[in-house]
């Protein structure tokens, strides 16, 4: 039990410290923590930005591919390590504090899937290839036979700062 208790610490601590954003002022400001659907919401609430969403088919817009790329990539990425962090977190207080391999591989799965889609169409780049590795680095550890514990191995969270850095570099603030 001690293990399971301190693999779930390391696996927060990693999704944690990988899925934390600029956003977390919004969730904490309102009390409730911001979701994908209300994430894809507010770029529609604002008509003056440029839509740099993907689509369902993971295509990139026609202006994001002239040159935003790396944005809707950090962004995509940055959504999707939301996500992770509030499955992750409604899992953990609903098992009390535990997490079961199975709920870890699917939050897991949901995140590679989620970079992958945007990294479908976007063209090589600094920022690509550390979102390619964190994909890589969760892809691995959702098919570990205990993905808590793969995922607080220092590979994913050096993924998750080199995408952070690549991102920034880009001029897109995130933090993972």
Known sequence: MRTRVTS??????????????????????????????????????????????????????????????DKVVCEASNTAGEAMKTAMLKIMKAGNGDIKPAD?????????????????QAPESTVSTAAQKVADEAAKAASAADPVEAAAAPGFEKAGTELTAACKAAGISVNF
């Open 8 to 69: 779930a610490v390391l696996f927060t601590a990693a999704v944690l410290s990988l899925a934390a954003c600029s956003d977390d002022d919004k969730t904490e400001a309102s009390g409730t923590p911001t979701t994908a659907a209300t994430s894809a919401s507010a770029p529609a609430a604002t008509s003056s930005a440029p839509d740099v969403s993907i689509s369902e088919s993971g295509a990139i817009p026609g202006s994001a591919a002239n040159g935003s790329a």
């Open 104 to 120: 870890a591989k699917a939050i897991l799965d949901d995140f590679t899937k989620s970079v992958n889609q945007a990294l479908d």
